[in-house]
């Protein structure tokens, strides 16, 4: 049977019995109409939803025969079920409301289909975490806590992050000590998560326009020194962004090997060691081919022992080196090529 996967890398879908269950899916939803695809596709998760509409979306030349075998094993799978189905919760819930009344049946439902809130919950995961994080922050601490609480772990860490710094560890402990939220809480939350929900079509897309702007810079013909030049008399304060994005730490691979040396006699050995784990190829020989033999030999020493080092600690280390680049340029003592210029001899 063909894998999901090897479907995206092409438009033709398989025919009769080699199709895979995601491919008879994709066809069955395909042929029901928009409205019913729709209401379906409202019932699959995240992960789900985005497999399978991705080969929706890229399927063409299907065959009568393919659609046929999808629809045929569709209803025979159908007619395969007894056609006494359980109780949807609408349905128990009026029965149990007056059995019970309405707040223990709403106890007693939350802990058979799970709480209420969460389908509620899992159409935010469509948002950007900086944007929650917006539109959370005016909120007390503990409804941040129930809030992120229903969240993904992953998407709620990345919206804490999004968050300001100084209150991350009273929001982190408010969500540890959560075991059991009252009623009245969760209705709260119901009340904010709809008003998110109902704000989603006005969230913002973020550009990162600096960096943008370093980039494009980078790939313009002419003199570009020039251009920077004219760009600071409209605003030096954006341009001095400008030029820091520019120092990113790859421009090291381009500069003149007196620029390099002295680099190397001003920062420690120990720093790039760290800076240049994982590095681009031309970043590292650039580097070591500016050393003398033996110190280049203690140098890969001094890297191997160094062992594995976490991404966010070369990055940093990564930024420090460059902001005593920026620092040298700045008083005279080195000049650095910030561009690609071509060269010639």
């Known amino acids: 049977m063909a894998e999901p996967n090897s479907l995206l890398n092409s438009p033709i879908i398989p025919s009769g019995s080699n199709l895979s269950p995601l491919e008879q899916a ?5 042929s029901m109409g928009e409205e019913p695809a729709a209401g379906v596709l409202r019932c699959l998760s995240r992960e789900e939803l985005l497999e399978v509409t991705g080969v929706m979306s890229r399927l063409s ?17 159908y007619r395969e079920q007894s056609g006494v189905h359980g109780a949807s919760r609408s349905y128990l819930k009026r029965s149990l409301d007056m059995a019970l009344g309405n707040e223990i049946a709403s106890s007693v439902l939350n802990s058979i289909y799970g709480d209420a809130i969460r389908p509620l919950m899992a159409r935010l995961e469509w948002a950007s ?39 991350r560890d009273l929001l982190l402990i408010n969500i540890a000590r959560l075991k059991e939220i009252d009623h009245e809480l969760l209705i709260e939350l119901e009340g904010l998560v709809n008003r998110c929900i109902a704000s989603l079509g006005s969230q913002s897309a973020t550009v990162e326009g600096t960096r943008q702007a370093a980039e494009i810079l980078n790939r313009l013909s002419g003199n570009k020194q020039q251009m920077v030049e004219l760009l600071r008399a409209h605003d030096p304060e954006v341009v001095s962004e400008i030029e820091m994005s520019m120092y990113d730490f790859y421009i090291l691979s381009r500069q003149p090997d007196t620029v390099l040396q002295r680099l190397l006699e001003d920062i420690a050995l120990e720093q790039w060691a760290i800076a240049l784990k994982g590095a681009e190829p031309e970043v590292r020989d650039a580097i070591m081919q500016t050393m003398p033999r033996r110190q280049a030999q203690s140098f890969e020493d001094t890297m191997r022992r160094a ?8 990055e940093q ?23 690609a210029e071509a060269t010639a001899e």
């Open 26 to 30: 994709a066809i069955v939803l395909l």
């Open 61 to 77: 030349g299907i065959k009568v025969e393919s659609v046929r075998t999808s629809i045929q094993r569709f209803f025979d799978e």
């Open 129 to 167: 975490p900086k944007w929650l994080a917006d539109f959370i922050a005016d909120e007390h601490v503990r409804m941040q806590a129930v809030f992120l609480a229903f969240l993904p772990a992953a998407m709620a860490g990345q919206v804490i992050d999004a968050l300001p710094a100084e209150g």
């Open 307 to 314: 062992g594995p080092v976490p991404l966010s600690r070369i």
């Open 317 to 339: 280390t990564r930024r420090d080196i460059m902001a005593r680049v920026k620092e040298l340029v700045d008083q005279g003592e080195i000049e650095v090529q910030l561009f």
